[in-house]
């Protein structure tokens, strides 16, 4: 029994370095083009998440910075603190580069006898029909563009700025954001010495990337900044696939849920999916079903309107800082702050964060 996975990025090779563990055939299908990841894209996984990959899919352990603390600003309130998410262990919240994940997961696997790569065919579909589950993770592929165009998506008329800083050395274990009156403004710590940066500026599609350097050395408040380094962007939108499978075609990833990033949360989003999926796979083992459609609709079932209400809430959650953004009053900011104050809603607000909705 062979699982197919279509992409080769971060969540393909997530995906099938967790299925091989099963000791499951898993065939990576990619076109020739060498995949690239920016130097300045990072990912922040939860401290379950963490537990889980390494457990299950990876030790990751060497590639992540711990945070303890995660700290919200408000330019409206001059700074002031809104929220304050911190816990008693050493690890809140941990940052690592999208790259030097990619590239263990390529290493790894490539040593796994489970596991192979090929090369497709893009005009040639009768390959679906060799493979009982085809997993597909790639969202802009020809099989996307066939069988998955019909979704919710919101445009944001925002662009993400991706990079990272060096900086003096300091004890670097607090993430904190600023909701400036441009847009979320997040320094993500990656060492002592380094921090990633995300800024998602409202209404920059002309915006020159040498201003948005400027902006993040006015907004800082904490780093002495050596160097900046090459600037990234993307268009930021937010996404929700109608039906996550066409029959035996599972899609999977970004492909099925896209959020903005003020929260951290995508990547995470992805790695829950991969629990789910791991467990309805591990249970038709077990009693010795096949992995087929089957393993598509459960899929689904469980988790539709789990991942429908989480992307909803970070939406909202930017809608509500978006108002905040463009009003000159600071009463919603101090309504944030009197109410992420009150112990109990604190800790409920990092537990959804840490574990996601319905947990």
């Not at 696997?109 to 192979?116: E, G, I, Q, V």
């Not at 988790?303 to 509500?320: P, S, V």
Request: glycine share 4%.
């Amino acid at each position: 029994m062979t699982v197919c996975i279509l992409g080769n990025g971060l969540t393909a090779l997530t995906l099938a370095k967790a299925l091989v563990n099963y000791k499951i055939d898993v065939v990576v299908l990619c076109d020739k083009k060498n995949y690239k990841i920016s130097d300045t894209r990072t990912i922040g996984i939860t401290k379950n998440n963490i537990d889980f990959f390494n457990n299950n899919i990876i030790n990751i352990g060497k590639l992540i910075w711990k945070l303890k603390r995660i700290e919200i600003f408000s330019e409206n309130l001059k700074q002031e603190k809104l929220i304050n998410f911190k816990t008693n262990n050493d690890q809140l919240f941990s940052i690592l580069k999208n790259n030097k994940l990619h590239q263990l997961l390529k290493k790894k696997l490539s040593k796994n006898k489970f596991f192979r790569k090929k090369f497709i065919n893009k005009k040639n579909l009768s390959f679906l029909d060799k493979y009982e589950l085809v997993i597909n993770c790639d969202s802009s592929n020809f099989i996307t563009n066939r069988y998955f165009s019909k979704k919710i998506v919101k445009r944001y008329n925002s662009n993400a700025y991706t990079t990272i800083i060096t900086h003096d050395q300091i004890s670097n274990d607090t993430a904190f954001q600023i909701f400036t009156k441009k847009g979320p403004l997040a320094f993500l710590p990656l060492s002592s010495k380094e921090t990633s940066i995300v800024y998602s500026v409202h209404n920059s599609s002309k915006q020159k990337k040498e201003n948005i350097e400027q902006l993040i050395k006015e907004k800082n408040f904490k780093y002495k900044i050596r160097n900046i380094e090459k600037i990234s962007s993307f268009e930021l939108k937010s996404l929700i696939l109608r039906s996550y499978y066409h029959n035996n075609i599972l899609a999977f990833g970004d492909l099925l849920h896209k959020i903005h990033p003020l929260a951290g949360q995508g990547f995470n989003m992805t790695i829950r999916d991969i629990k789910i999926l791991l467990e309805i796979i591990r249970e038709k083992l077990d009693v010795g079903l096949p992995l087929d459609s089957s393993v598509n609709s459960e899929f689904q079932k469980k988790l539709r309107h789990k991942n429908f209400i989480f992307t909803n809430g970070i939406d909202l959650i930017h809608e509500f800082f978006n108002i905040e953004r463009k009003m000159k009053t600071n009463f919603l900011g101090k309504s944030v702050k009197f109410i992420s104050n009150y112990p109990p809603i604190n800790k409920i607000f990092t537990k959804i964060a840490d574990r996601g909705v319905l947990f």
